[in-house]
């Protein structure tokens, strides 16, 4: 079963440009959840997407929005970047239970790098 | 808001030596998971526990969720030079099992 796949792993701004991450969950997972992790402010969560909807929303300004397709492939949108954005971005991937317990896996990760 | 502590931030060990890392909040979790982080690339799951006092062993590690729930501990015995990386806990309750609150992170560091 292949795991979850971003694209790109490395990218590259300028401050003001607007920057798009995409995630391929694992197979027959329906949940994608994003979260920045930075040096001083570790992981952070971001939003997570089920069935195409917005399940939750962590505290991220409005340049960072997202959306997912009906393949449950999701996407990550900022705009308007800020030197701060600078960061790894990283997707879960899970089943889609609201129960807790069910695990959910990470991919690689997309470097970006505001310049 | 949920939090967790993880403790110690940073550890320097070497090969051969025992530690634990502790992974403490004031709120209960329905489930907790310990992922190990290479630089550079996604946390990989280590294990997943969801009952109170539950105990998993996976080879020289030792896994411990508290009764109540709120807290967790990863056990090394006999740490090699492998086991480098870090370490994060990440707990999720029932109402928001997609959104993982995450421990700052054990930086381990085992020398030959």
């Known amino acids: 079963k292949a795991g979850v796949t971003q694209t790109p792993r490395y990218l590259i701004k300028t401050r003001g440009q607007q920057v798009t991450l995409s995630c391929s969950p694992i197979s027959g997972h329906r949940s994608v959840s994003w979260y920045q992790q930075t040096p001083g402010q570790g992981l952070q969560f971001l939003f997570e997407y089920f069935s195409e909807t917005q399940r939750n929303k962590g505290n991220f300004p409005g340049r960072f929005s997202g959306r997912q397709f009906s393949n449950s492939r999701s996407e990550m949108n900022v705009s308007t970047l800020e030197l701060g954005d600078s960061a790894l971005y990283l997707c879960?991937?899970?089943?889609?239970?609201?129960?807790?317990?069910?695990?959910?896996?990470f991919g690689p990760g997309t470097r970006l790098l505001v310049l | 808001t949920q939090l967790l502590e993880q403790s110690p931030q940073f550890l320097s060990i070497q090969e051969g030596e025992n530690l634990t890392v502790y992974c403490n909040s004031s709120?209960?979790?329905?489930?907790l998971q310990w992922y190990r982080q290479e630089p550079g690339e996604g946390p990989v799951l280590l294990v997943t526990v969801v009952t109170g006092g539950e105990v998993k062993k996976l080879k020289r590690l030792t896994f411990q969720f508290g009764d109540a729930r709120k807290d967790s501990s990863l056990h090394i015995t006999a740490a090699q030079p492998g086991d480098t990386g870090l370490y994060l806990c990440?707990?999720?309750?029932?109402?928001?099992?997609?959104?993982?609150?995450f421990g700052d992170g054990t930086t381990l560091t085992v020398k030959p």
């Open positions: 990440a707990g999720a309750t029932d109402t928001n099992a997609g959104k993982s609150t």
């Open positions: 709120s209960v979790f329905s489930s």
């Open positions: 879960a991937s899970r089943g889609g239970s609201t129960v807790g317990g069910e695990t959910q896996y």
